[in-house]
């Protein structure tokens, strides 16, 4: 994990404001939602990506009835009903 060098401070509400340059070289913008990990005694915030409710995958997600699935789950759904 590469330090950023910027410095900020916490208001009364628990909110932060990341640097517009930290924004725009990451892509997020006003809206995007963010998911925040912790890693022992660090707290690391990421474009939230959505993962299959079975299997944890990341790659080809959908989303069906509110929920997420990937593409081989699915697939391996839909060969159950036959």
Known sequence: ????????????????????????RYQMNEGDPVEILVQGDHIILERYRPRCVFCGSMD??????????????????????K
Do not use: H, N
Request: proline share 4%; with cysteine.
């Open 60 to 81: 080809q997600v959908r989303e069906f009835k509110e929920r997420y699935l990937c593409a081989a789950c699915m697939s391996e759904m839909a060969s159950l009903r």
């Open 1 to 24: 994990m590469k330090p950023a060098g910027v410095v900020r401070k916490v208001d009364q509400l628990g909110r932060i404001v990341l640097p517009k340059s930290l924004r725009k």
